[in-house]
């Protein structure tokens, strides 16, 4: 997270970008390295930012750390993943949530895939029909997500728990659930040749 991208880590361009749409309380799971995560952005007050830090001794997964946060102040809780650098504007992503009423909200990249040759739809081997080179949308897991406060009860305590298990949890119970699919700039800097391209992308990004 402290790893820089551009003028600054990767971390800070997450909180600036979010403290542009108003936010301004944040929690910061940490373990390898966190004394210095915690160094560098201190309370948050130099810049009208409240910052805490949820310290793991064994790592909790996705949403794990989420257990250990019993004081939120709002009804909706956003949580993201921190090695991901995007536009991504929070307030619509934040009106969706609100307006479909849901009770999680995933952000989603679209993935388009083209299939070179007809596609055939089969019935107990017999051919019922055929798409010439189609082209077929998948979305993926973006890495950041909202909900309503009252689902941090799901998370269990102290165990490792990803963001995937939740939703699976929650659709299980009927939960609404929504995608949020996302267009603009998305990049997980996780890898070393992702990390590579953001450095000559942020050169040219509204961030």
Same mark, same amino acid.
């Given at each position: +997270?402290?790893?820089? !991208? ?23 799971? !940490? ?84 299939? +070179?040759?007809? !596609? ?13 080179? +189609? ?20 998370? +269990? ?51």
């Amino acid at each position: +997270p402290l790893l820089k !991208v551009g003028e600054k880590p990767i971390l800070e361009h997450n909180i600036t970008r979010l403290a542009l749409f108003g936010m301004d309380d944040f929690w910061i799971s !940490v373990n390898y390295l966190g004394e210095q995560i915690e160094e560098y952005f201190g309370n948050g007050s130099d810049n009208n930012l409240k910052i805490n830090y949820v310290w793991e001794k064994e790592p909790l997964g996705t949403i794990g750390a989420v257990s250990k946060i019993k004081d939120f102040e709002h009804d909706t809780v956003l949580v993201t993943n921190s090695d991901i650098l995007t536009n991504l504007n929070y307030e619509d992503f934040y009106l969706r949530f609100v307006e479909e009423n849901a009770d999680f909200a995933v952000m989603t990249i679209p993935y388009k895939v083209d299939v +070179p040759y007809a !596609v055939l739809e089969t019935d107990n081997g017999h051919v019922v029909s055929f798409k010439e080179k +189609p082209s077929y949308t998948y979305y993926s897991n973006g890495g950041i997500y909202l909900m309503k406060r009252e689902l941090v009860n799901h998370i +269990p305590a102290n165990s490792h728990f990803n963001t995937t298990d939740l939703m699976e949890e929650l659709i299980a119970k009927g939960k609404k659930v929504i995608s949020y699919p996302f267009s603009g700039y998305w990049l997980d800097v996780g890898k070393h040749e992702d990390f590579a391209k953001a450095q000559t992308d942020i050169k040219k990004l509204d961030i």
